[in-house]
């Protein structure tokens, strides 16, 4: 009898029709897995020249297959993260490849069409193949290595994506519309009649006169919000609101600014600063 070693490049199998099978993987217990989406750390093809944006699908091929898959960027915001990935680590969303941090610290979530079969740790090759190929163009857009495999079917809806931490830097601006006290503002379009400013309760706001403040909650029906500075309002502020109350609506604006934080796999869709 003859036996079949790794590395071996032909097996004789009897009673099987060669015509079903183009090429296959033999393999025990999990050294391949099924994966349905994958995170790599990604390098760009210097000679590609196409467009390159989030959520955009490209060819991903992996193993002996190809097939279609939507890529979402990001990358490590600080040097300290380092360049090796880690569910610890939070990273920032990016709606195109970061080409100033090519040297590492950026990677890519594929989520494919169709499932594949690869090992842990396999390249991973992103190209355009649809490009006309009479074209002078490189359709090789990126290359990688996985750093993690999703091997769930449901991981769009489960807890698979969970602890990826991938954040949009989201900003909103509004007005102070009067002052209500020394340590508190009414603040008019930061938010949409239909918003739950609950959700934003507690969250640090800047004053364009430099006070900083915290959003304590709604103030009617129509998405203006109390703001509390706690060091009080300074003289500026209360030049400028006290103007606007004098004049009805005129005078200086007293901008109010919110910046956070939201995570793109969070299903609590939290807002953190």
């Not at 100033?100 to 991973?124: H, I, T, W």
């Not at 079917?153 to 994506?161: A, E, M, R």
Request: one cysteine or more.
């Amino acid at each position: 009898n003859r036996v079949s070693l790794r590395a071996d490049r032909e097996i004789c199998v009897t009673q099987f029709d060669a015509k079903l099978l183009e090429r296959g993987l033999v393999y025990t217990g999990d050294t391949v897995q099924m994966v349905h989406a994958f995170i790599i750390d990604l390098h760009k093809v210097p000679y590609y020249k196409g467009s390159v944006t989030s959520k955009t699908k490209y060819h991903i091929s992996v193993g002996h297959e190809t097939v279609l898959g939507r890529l979402t960027f990001f990358s490590s915001p600080t040097k300290e993260n380092g360049v090796e990935f880690s569910f610890e680590n939070r990273y920032e969303f990016e709606e195109s490849f970061p080409e100033e941090k090519d040297s590492g610290g950026v990677f890519a979530l594929l989520e494919l069409e169709n499932a594949v079969q690869c090992v842990p740790n396999s390249m991973v090759i992103i190209s355009r193949l649809d490009m006309d190929i009479n074209s002078p163009t490189c359709r090789l857009a990126f290359w990688g290595r996985i750093q993690h495999s999703i091997t769930s079917p449901s991981y769009t809806t489960d807890d698979s994506l969970s602890g990826l931490k991938v954040y949009k830097t989201k900003e909103r601006e509004g007005i102070a519309e009067r002052m209500n006290d020394e340590y508190t503002v009414i603040v008019k379009d930061l938010f949409k009649k239909e918003t739950d400013i609950d959700l934003f309760t507690h969250l640090r706001v800047e004053l364009s006169t430099g006070e900083s403040g915290k959003i304590e909650g709604s103030f009617g029906n129509s998405g203006k919000c109390k703001v509390n500075v706690p060091e009080g309002l300074g003289d500026v502020a209360k030049d400028f609101l006290d103007k606007k109350k004098k004049k009805g609506g005129g005078g200086e604006r007293v901008t109010v600014k919110l910046t956070f934080k939201r995570f793109l796999f969070d299903k609590k869709k939290q807002m953190l600063q």
